[in-house]
T-cell receptor, first 119, second 114 residues
Framework: DTGVSQDPRHKITKRGQNVTFRCDPISEHNRLYWYRQTLGQGPEFLTYFQNEAQLEKSRLLSDRFSAERPKGSFSTLEIQRTEQGDSAMYLC?????????????????FGDGTRLSIL | RKEVEQDPGPFNVPEGATVAFNCTYSNSASQSFFWYRQDCRKEPKLLMSVYSSGNEDGRFTAQLNRASQYISLLIRDSKLSDSATYLCAVNPSPFSGGYNKLIFGAGTRLAVHP
């Protein structure tokens, strides 16, 4: 199965530490997204890339968060100086951009997520 | 007002029942809509896209009502395995194929019992 892959599945760390997550999208997908989900809520958009370009960042993405997609394939999301409020499931999704007005938007497919717990 | 709103439920229904969920959205320019299913502590999985003309996939039917700004999901002949949280997602872009970040509702919980 060549779905979206995320690593690690779980991360437990102490407050103040830095963490980095990795996402490998579906191979032919040129768009990659990061979302965050907390209990009882839907996923909240953080940022997205088209190829290697980061095209939009949510206001939720504070200066402690940085995301990269250097070669337009896998992406990393780093959180510096973690806080307890960062505890959440971090989800990555990918899709294929559709530039034809005749085509419906291609849906996003999600990875298993990385569950972050800050002690 | 939230951009995308759903009744959190839970909807408790017996096997074989028909159940419907609605999801309202605030941005009238939105063009693309989706239903996702999420099992406990798992990732959202795409259930179906919602097209302007509505669409059906087996026991599942999705409809879009642009005038009232809501989408609906109908599940017929509910199975125990349908128990999950159903998330609606809206792409707020006014352009098909444009930026397609998704705005999610908080989800509706469905519990199907024997």
């Amino acid at each position: 199965d060549t779905g979206v892959s995320q690593d690690p599945r779980h991360k437990i760390t102490k407050r103040g530490q830095n963490v980095t997550f990795r996402c490998d999208p579906i191979s032919e997908h040129n768009r990659l997204y990061w979302y965050r989900q907390t209990l009882g809520q839907g996923p909240e958009f953080l940022t997205y890339f088209q190829n290697e370009a980061q095209l939009e960042k949510s206001r939720l993405l504070s200066d402690r968060f940085s995301a990269e997609r250097p070669k337009g394939s896998f992406s990393t999301l780093e959180i510096q100086r973690t806080e307890q409020g960062d505890s959440a499931m971090y989800l990555c999704a990918s899709s294929l951009a559709s530039f034809s007005t005749d085509r419906e938007d291609q849906p996003q497919h999600f990875g298993d997520g990385t569950r972050l717990s800050i002690l | 007002r939230k951009e995308v709103e759903q009744d959190p439920g839970p909807f408790n229904v017996p096997e074989g029942a028909t159940v419907a969920f609605n999801c309202t959205y605030s941005n009238s320019a939105s063009q693309s809509f989706f239903w996702y299913r999420q099992d406990c502590r798992k990732e959202p999985k795409l259930l179906m896209s919602v097209y302007s003309s509505g669409n059906e996939d087996g026991r599942f039917t999705a409809q879009l009502n642009r005038a009232s700004q809501y989408i609906s999901l109908l599940i017929r002949d509910s199975k125990l395995s349908d128990s999950a949280t159903y998330l609606c997602a809206v792409n707020p872009s006014p352009f098909s194929g444009g930026y397609n970040k998704l705005i999610f509702g908080a989800g509706t919980r469905l519990a199907v019992h024997p």
